[in-house]
C-alpha cells in the first residue's frame, strides 16, 4: 500500500507550502538565506488572523434579532435568576458560535463590572465529544488549589458530575452552559448529557445552571427524548441562511480591518459573496474565499485582489475538500466510483446501474475479491451522490420505472482516477486492465 498523498491545505494553513514550492529547483547562492525573499515581499494582509473562522469580530452584522433574542433572555442571570435554556439552530456558518460568544463575553464584562456572579462554560462538542469529557473539561475550567483534576478517563460519570455541582456551588452565582455543536455528540452518545445538565437546578445549592445547545443540524430535536426536548427547548433561536447582499457586509467589515486599503478591485467581495450565498449562505465559506483569493494574489506578485483569484480560489478550496473525501472512501465505495468513472473514460453520459455493476464485477475480478449484490452497489452510488462526487438522477420512464443516471461531478481541476491510484495501488493497476464494456446496458 501506497502512503496517502499530503497536499496543500489552504483551508486553515495558507499558501505556505506553496510559497515554498518556489524553491524547488531554485539554486540558493552562498550567503543567502532562503527565507531572504519572503521578508522584503509585501503582504496583502494587515492581519491574516482576522480573515480566519476562529476570529470573533467585534461587530456582527445581520445579528441584531439573535444577539437581541439570547441577550434578553441572558440579562435574566444579570438579575440573579435564571435564564431559560434555548436551542440555537443553523447550517454551518451562520455565525451561530461567533453570536454566542460574543454575547456570553459581553456578559461576562457586565456581570464583572456591576459586581454580579455570572460564568459561563463553553464546549465544542465535535472537539469534546463524549459525556464523560464535556463534564470533566467544564469541571476542570473551574478547578481550585486545593481541588484534584478530574482525570482524562476512568470516573462513573455520576461522580463527574457530582464534582462538577461541587465545583459550581464553591464559585456560586448563575452559570450559562453552552454546548456548541451539540448535534455531533447527541448523534454519537444519545442525550445523557442534556438531561442531566438541565436537571441540575434541582441539586444545585449555591449556584443555577442555563443551557444553551448549539446545533448545525436543523432535525436536532428529532433524536432528544421528549422530555429532554421539552427541557432544553424552553426558547429556540433559527439563524437564517445569510443572504449575498448580507455575505458582502460581512466580508467588507472583516477585510477593512484584515487587508491593506485599496486592494480587492470591483467585483471581488460580490463575487466571493455569491459564491458562498450559494454554499447555503455560508459565511465561513466567503472568509475562505476572500483569505485564499488574497494568498492566490500575493503568490502571483499582485499588487490587487482580482476576480480570476478568487474563481483559482474556489477551484482550490473544492479540490482541498473532495480528495480527502475520494480518499477516505472505504474500499467498496472506491471500487464503484471506479466503475463510474471507468465508464465515462469509454465515453458513457447518464450512466445505468447495469453499467455500473457490470464494470464493477470485472473490477472485482481483476482484484479476486467476490462483488456484493447489485442492490448493494445501488446503495452505494446513493452514497457516492450524498458526498457529492456524483449526481444519480432518477428518471422515470413510462410503465418500466425509474433508473438512475449517473455522472460524475467532481470539479475539472481534480483528477479522480490519479487520486485514487495514488490512496492505493490496488487502484492504480485496476485503472490499467482491459475492461470488455458492453455499450449501453
Ligand atoms: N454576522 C457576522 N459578521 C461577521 N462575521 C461573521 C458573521 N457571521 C459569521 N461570521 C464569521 O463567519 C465564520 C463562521 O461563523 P460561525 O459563528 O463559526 O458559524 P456557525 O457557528 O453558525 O457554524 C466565523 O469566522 C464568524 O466570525
Ligand atoms: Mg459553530
Known amino acids: 500500500m501506497r502512503g496517502t498523498r499530503t497536499r496543500l491545505n489552504y483551508g486553515n494553513a495558507g499558501l505556505e507550502s506553496g510559497k515554498s514550492n518556489k524553491y524547488i529547483g531554485r539554486v540558493n547562492k552562498v550567503g543567502e538565506n532562503i527565507f531572504d525573499g519572503f521578508k522584503s515581499k509585501n503582504s496583502l494582509f494587515l492581519n491574516k488572523e482576522i480573515l480566519r473562522h476562529s476570529y470573533t469580530p467585534e461587530s456582527l452584522p445581520h445579528r441584531d434579532q439573535e444577539i437581541q433574542s439570547l441577550s434578553y433572555n441572558l440579562v435574566e442571570a444579570l438579575h440573579g435568576q435564571i435564564p431559560s435554556n434555548m436551542i440555537l439552530y443553523g447550517l454551518t456558518g451562520q455565525g451561530k ?8 463575553s459581553q456578559l461576562e464584562e457586565k456581570g464583572q463590572s456591576i459586581g454580579k456572579n ?8 465535535r472537539q469534546i465529544d ?13 478547578l481550585q488549589q486545593d481541588e484534584i483534576e478530574i482525570p482524562f478517563t476512568g470516573w462513573p460519570n455520576d461522580r463527574v458530575l457530582f464534582e462538577l455541582s461541587k465545583r459550581m456551588d464553591n464559585k456560586g452565582g448563575v452559570f450559562i452552559i453552552v454546548l456548541d455543536e451539540i448535534d455531533h455528540l447527541v448523534k454519537k452518545a444519545g442525550d445523557d448529557i442534556l438531561y442531566n445538565l438541565t436537571n441540575m437546578n434541582s441539586t444545585l445549592k449555591n449556584s443555577r445552571a442555563c443551557v444553551i445547545g448549539i446545533s448545525n443540524d436543523l ?11 421539552s427541557r432544553l427547548g424552553q426558547l429556540d433561536v433559527l439563524f437564517k441562511p445569510y443572504s449575498a447582499g448580507q455575505l458582502q457586509d460581512i466580508l467588507k467589515n472583516r477585510a477593512s480591518a484584515g487587508l491593506k486599503q485599496g486592494i480587492i478591485k470591483e467585483g471581488v467581495i460580490e463575487l466571493c ?7 447555503q449562505g455560508d459565511a465561513r465559506c466567503a472568509l475562505d474565499l476572500l483569505r485564499v483569493s488574497a494568498e492566490m494574489a500575493e503568490r502571483d506578485n499582485s499588487e490587487f485582489i482580482l476576480q480570476h483569484h478568487v474563481r483559482t480560489a474556489h477551484n482550490q478550496i473544492e479540490a482541498d475538500q473532495i480528495i480527502p473525501t475520494i480518499q477516505s472512501l472505504p474500499a467498496q465505495q472506491k471500487l464503484v466510483l471506479s466503475a463510474i468513472l471507468l465508464n465515462e473514460r469509454f465515453g458513457m453520459k447518464n450512466i445505468k446501474t447495469g453499467s455500473v455493476y457490470d464494470i464493477y464485477k470485472q473490477a472485482c475480478r481483476f482484484n479476486n475479491q467476490a462483488p456484493v449484490t447489485q442492490r448493494h452497489v445501488s446503495g452505494l452510488i446513493s452514497n457516492l451522490d450524498m458526498l457529492g462526487l456524483i449526481n444519480a438522477k432518477k428518471v422515470f420512464k413510462g410503465r418500466g ?3 438512475k443516471e449517473i455522472n460524475s461531478c467532481i470539479p475539472a481541476n481534480v483528477d479522480p482516477i490519479e487520486v485514487l491510484s495514488q490512496s492505493d495501488e490496488v487502484f492504480e493497476e485496476l485503472f490499467k486492465k482491459k475492461y470488455n464494456h458492453q455499450g449501453r446496458l
Do not use: H, W
Open 97 to 104: 458560535t461567533a453570536t454566542t460568544n460574543f454575547v456570553c
Open 219 to 229: 432535525k436536532f430535536t428529532d433524536y432528544l427524548d421528549p422530555r429532554v426536548r
Open 273 to 279: 459573496s455569491a459564491i458562498a450565498a450559494q454554499e
Open 401 to 403: 420505472g425509474a433508473t
Open 118 to 125: 455570572v460564568s459561563t462554560l463553553i464546549v465544542n462538542c
Open 130 to 142: 463524549t459525556q464523560y469529557r464535556v463534564l470533566a473539561n467544564m469541571g476542570n475550567s473551574l
